[in-house]
């Protein structure tokens, strides 16, 4: 069964940071680009950023530039979102995502086909 | 990266068609075959409906197409049924090597 699991959620002062894990289980996790999303209270999806399979390239939107970092420990088929500099406005779940293989390619950008039940994250004092 | 102009809502009649457009620019839905659906019902996980534009994963049921014109793309549900209701999002590549979600668009089956 192809499975994500993210965890680490809680509730944080703003300006501290926080460390999301994802765990993959059921599939190859090195040959997959992953994905994390969020989406604030009452509010649509968000793309955070992205890792590409090899951790090569990462991406990450403006919102979240500079003070986010993803990675990947592939040996423990583990994707990570280090969270620094939390503000108010960070306040959501977040869900990690598999991205879509096309034709046997592990392109990041078609699309997310596997996702975790997410994790909420609160930046409150 | 301003996020792609959906419907707030659309609604129909079960059996009926309805069409959600998802409008973006020259620099992200015009220029890439790189557009895909997801279907949210409240509480739960998104679940990819459509990507590449018009490719379906395996067990979405045909009911579900989308298509690209210009700047536009569009998930259609053909048959609609009490199970279609939730929140649908497209979800596009960017010249700038990033992704964007369209703002959500409610689905409701009178």
């Known amino acids: 069964q192809v499975l994500l699991v993210e965890s680490g959620g809680g509730v944080v002062q703003p300006g501290r940071s926080l460390r999301l894990p994802c765990a993959a289980s059921?599939?190859?996790?090195?040959?997959?680009?992953m994905h994390w999303v969020r989406q604030a209270p009452g509010k649509g999806l968000e793309w955070v950023g992205l890792?590409?399979?090899?951790?090569?390239?990462?991406y990450y939107a403006n919102s979240v530039k500079g003070r986010f970092t993803i990675s990947r420990d592939d040996s423990k088929n583990t994707l990570y979102l280090q969270m620094n500099s939390l503000r108010a406005e960070d306040t959501a779940v977040y869900y990690c995502?598999?991205?879509?293989?096309?034709?046997?390619?592990?392109?990041?950008?078609?699309?997310?086909?596997?996702w975790g039940q997410g994790t909420t994250v609160t930046v409150s004092s | 990266q301003s996020a792609l102009t959906q419907p707030p809502s659309v609604s129909g009649s079960p059996g009926q068609s309805v069409t959600i457009s998802c409008t973006g620019t020259?620099?992200?839905?015009?220029?890439?075959?790189?557009v895909s659906w997801y279907q949210q019902p409240p509480g739960t996980a998104p679940k990819l409906m459509i990507f590449?534009?018009?490719s379906r994963p395996s067990g979405v049921p045909d009911r579900f197409s989308g298509s690209k014109s210009g700047n536009t793309a569009s998930l259609t549900i053909s048959g609609l049924q009490a199970e279609d209701e939730g929140d649908y999002y497209c979800?596009?590549?960017?010249?700038?090597?990033?992704?964007?979600f369209g703002g959500g668009t409610k689905v409701t089956v009178l």
């Open positions: 995502a598999r991205a879509v293989m096309v034709r046997g390619v592990p392109y990041y950008y078609f699309g997310l086909d596997v």
């Open positions: 059921g599939f190859t996790f090195s040959s997959y680009a």
């Open positions: 890792i590409s399979y090899d951790g090569s390239n990462k």
């Open positions: 020259s620099s992200d839905v015009g220029s890439y075959n790189r």
């Open positions: 590449e534009v018009n």
């Open positions: 979800y596009s590549y960017t010249s700038s090597s990033t992704l964007v």
